[in-house]
Nanobody, 115 residues
Framework: QVQVVESGGGLVQSGGSLKLSCEVSGRTLSAYDIGWYRQAPGKEREYLARLWDNGLTQYEDAVKGRFTIFRGTTKNVVYLQMNNLKHEDTAGYYC?????????WGRGTQVTVYS
């Protein structure tokens, strides 16, 4: 019903930047939020940021000042700009579509940060 596809991950040196994309398609509602999460092997899924449909944003302390969530020129594309990346940021990154009638997840995109 709703499809979510992340892209933009890759291998990056410590201190570098990446911009991840989350593209939503299918039978979406007119109003919905987008959340970004990450999960490293052996660890719990970690909430990172949320973009409400009205434009309000929220960030976890671990990424405040380094990551920014924002919509593109079209509503169905949401970005996560990641700056000053650290080795600890290495994980699979996932996007969540959140609506009053349910949610949907993408399959993730891998981010690997090396020294």
């Amino acid at each position: 019903q709703v499809q979510v596809v992340e892209s933009g991950g890759g291998l990056v040196q410590s201190g570098g930047s990446l911009k991840l994309s989350c593209e939503v398609s299918g039978r979406t509602l007119s109003a919905y939020d987008i959340g970004w999460y990450r999960q490293a092997p052996g660890k719990e899924r970690e909430y990172l940021a949320r973009l409400w449909d009205n434009g309000l944003t929220q960030y976890e302390d671990a990424v405040k000042g380094r990551f920014t969530i924002f919509r593109g020129t079209t509503k169905n594309v949401v970005y996560l700009q990641m700056n000053n990346l650290k080795h600890e940021d290495t994980a699979g990154y996932y996007c969540e579509y959140i609506s009053g009638r349910g949610d949907a997840w993408g399959r993730g995109t891998q981010v690997t940060v090396y020294s």
